[in-house]
């Protein structure tokens, strides 16, 4: 019998390395990007103290959506999603953030200012750092006022390749945006 907060994870081969994916029975929860499978869970731990089961099962329907993302194509993430950590603030950046249309960017002040938060575009930023399923929920299409760049969890150079998957100009990074 299945537990409603029993999690499962499994492996998702990707140009950007291994990407550990977990879900429970509602939906994705997190990715990970972690080069072995030992790394992955003590991460999983100690980030939101799970212990999932693997289950390759669980992920038949993300894995077809992740192929098409990854060879260049423009990919709706529309599987069920499964918010089980972060506060109610960090949530609605995360929400707000799938609005981002594939290709584009905005920056961390203009998801403060959709969300009425005022010069909230520090806090934006580290909601971003936070976001428990990076490519489904676009983080890396969030840049600063100025156009450059800014961080990202999983590295400046990946944040790049992902903007370059989805066709984004990336030698207009560092441009004002409008």
């Given at each position: 019998?299945?537990?409603?907060?029993?999690?499962?994870?499994d492996?998702?081969?990707?140009?950007?390395g291994?990407l550990?994916?977990?879900?429970?029975?509602?939906?994705l929860?997190?990715?990970?990007?972690?080069?072995?499978?030992?790394?992955?869970?003590?991460?999983?731990?100690s980030?939101?103290?799970?212990?999932?089961?693997?289950?390759?099962?669980?992920?038949?329907?993300?894995?077809?959506?992740l192929?098409?993302?990854?060879?260049?194509?423009?990919?709706?993430?529309?599987?069920?999603?499964s918010?089980?950590?972060?506060?109610?603030?960090?949530?609605?950046?995360?929400k707000?953030?799938?609005?981002?249309?594939?290709?584009?960017?905005?920056?961390?002040r203009?998801?403060a200012?959709?969300?009425?938060?005022?010069?909230?575009?520090?806090?934006?930023g580290n909601?971003?750092?936070?976001?428990?399923?990076?490519?489904?929920?676009?983080?890396?299409r969030v840049?600063?006022?100025?156009?450059?760049?800014?961080g990202?969890?999983?590295?400046?150079?990946?944040?790049?390749?992902?903007?370059?998957?989805?066709?984004?100009?990336?030698?207009?990074?560092g441009?004002?945006?409008?």
């Amino acid at each position: 019998m299945e537990s409603k907060d029993e999690f499962f994870y499994d492996l998702f081969p990707s140009p950007l390395g291994p990407l550990w994916l977990v879900s429970n029975r509602e939906g994705l929860c997190f990715i990970f990007r972690k080069a072995t499978e030992p790394g992955f869970l003590t991460e999983i731990r100690s980030q939101a103290g799970l212990i999932p089961r693997k289950d390759s099962t669980r992920f038949d329907r993300w894995r077809p959506l992740l192929t098409i993302y990854f060879s260049g194509q423009k990919v709706l993430f529309e599987e069920p999603i499964s918010w089980t950590v972060g506060t109610p603030f960090q949530k609605r950046i995360w929400k707000k953030m799938l609005e981002i249309p594939y290709g584009e960017v905005r920056s961390y002040r203009w998801l403060a200012d959709q969300l009425a938060m005022g010069p909230a575009a520090r806090a934006v930023g580290n909601a971003c750092g936070k976001n428990p399923l990076p490519i489904v929920v676009p983080c890396h299409r969030v840049v600063h006022h100025d156009g450059s760049l800014g961080g990202y969890t999983g590295g400046v150079e990946i944040k790049k390749k992902l903007l370059a998957i989805e066709g984004f100009p990336v030698e207009s990074i560092g441009a004002p945006l409008k």
